[in-house]
């Protein structure tokens, strides 16, 4: 007989951002005439730029020839693409080896699914409040999730002490949703804790591009701070300094020094192996140079600020 997996029965009924989804069109239904300041999901409010599409015209074009006609890429990511990533992270004087570089369809995806590599029975600890993905996906799994509040008292940074022990950790910097970012002191903080319970950080770097060039203190990389190459996975995205969400790719980041405790099995062999199961690569890529992502981002970096105000006013 087959059986359901009861996990599912400790998720609410519906995904939080489908629920605000269906509350936001019921109050606009009986309020026709108030405007509504939506701080919901970051769904996109600007077409994507021109030197993105085009790229993208042109690699499709691409396959319409026998001559430049390519069928699946690799697992792993082109290589192109893998190398423009690696010289991205050079201006944080953060160096990766290539191969532990990871192109993918969607950071959603990578959070979510980086958990096939690890037990069932590790403990997982998520600063509250939090993106939603980092608590269904384990709780689907069957983990025991603690919370670590994150309120005006702690500045929306809260940091690790004994009691918040956990065997995987989940850091989203800057912050969805409060927009809060961990200095590089703060982080150092978490990567000792870390390195000390033998846990694992799952670092969301998807707003890295929100951190302005006078914000010296706050890193883009969790890798940029010692010893985290020893107990991080990174994620990051090129939805938001692309400006590509709903044509999404993401680069999952995985040290080929990280090990986990249990067995001292490589993580990062494992996530290849996972990847060259159950994931694909985007095929078609388009990489603008940082002037453009400059100029994409400066809409939302107005929004970051606005919400950043709201935050210390409440």
């Given amino acids: 007989m087959a059986k359901v997996n009861l996990n599912y029965d400790h998720l609410s009924e519906n995904y939080l951002f489908a629920e605000i989804?269906?509350?936001?069109?019921?109050?606009q239904d009986s309020h026709p005439d108030q405007k509504l300041i939506r701080m919901g999901i970051g769904?996109?409010?600007?077409?994507?730029p021109g030197v993105v599409t085009d790229a993208m015209q042109k690699a499709a074009k691409e396959l319409s020839s026998a001559e430049t006609f390519r069928g699946y890429g690799p697992e792993?990511?082109?290589?192109?693409?893998?190398?423009?990533?690696q010289t991205y992270y050079r201006n944080f004087q953060v160096e990766l080896d290539v191969s532990e570089i990871f192109i993918s369809d969607g950071a959603k995806s990578d959070v979510g699914n980086i958990g096939d590599i690890?037990?069932?029975?590790?403990?997982?600890?998520?600063?509250?409040?939090?993106?939603?993905?980092?608590?269904?996906?384990?709780?689907?799994?069957?983990?025991?999730?603690?919370?670590?509040?994150a309120s005006r008292e702690n500045a929306f940074l809260p940091l690790p002490e004994e009691k918040d022990a956990a065997d995987l950790i989940y850091i989203c910097s800057p912050n969805n949703p409060t927009g809060a970012a961990y200095t590089r002191d703060q982080?150092?903080?978490?990567?000792?804790?870390?390195r000390e319970h033998d846990s694992v950080i799952f670092y969301d770097a998807a707003y890295e591009c929100f951190i302005g060039e006078e914000d010296k203190e706050i890193p883009h990389s969790i890798y940029e701070v010692p010893g985290a190459k020893e107990c991080a996975i990174e994620f990051c995205s090129f939805s938001k300094k692309r400006d590509l969400r709903a044509s999404d790719a993401a680069i999952p980041l995985c040290r080929s020094t990280l090990s986990a405790a249990g067995n001292r099995c490589a993580i990062s062999g494992c996530a290849d192996r996972r990847l060259n199961s159950t994931g694909r690569a985007i095929s078609l890529s388009a990489v603008p140079k940082p002037s453009f992502r400059r100029k994409a981002v400066q809409p939302y970096k107005a929004t970051l600020r606005i919400t950043r105000k709201m935050r210390r006013s409440s």
């Avoid at 769904?43 to 994507?48: A, F, L, M, Q, S």
């Avoid at 792993?76 to 990533?85: C, I």
């Avoid at 037990?119 to 409040?129: A, K, M």
Wanted: aromatic share 14%; net charge positive; proline share 5%.
């Fill in 76 to 85: 792993q990511g082109y290589d192109f693409l893998r190398k423009a990533v």
């Fill in 118 to 149: 690890f037990s069932n029975d590790n403990t997982v600890l998520i600063t509250d409040p939090v993106y939603p993905v980092y608590v269904d996906s384990n709780l689907m799994s069957g983990r025991k999730v603690k919370f670590l509040t």
């Fill in 187 to 194: 982080l150092k903080l978490w990567v000792d804790f870390a």
């Fill in 43 to 48: 769904d996109v409010t600007r077409p994507i």
């Fill in 21 to 27: 989804a269906h509350r936001v069109s019921a109050w």
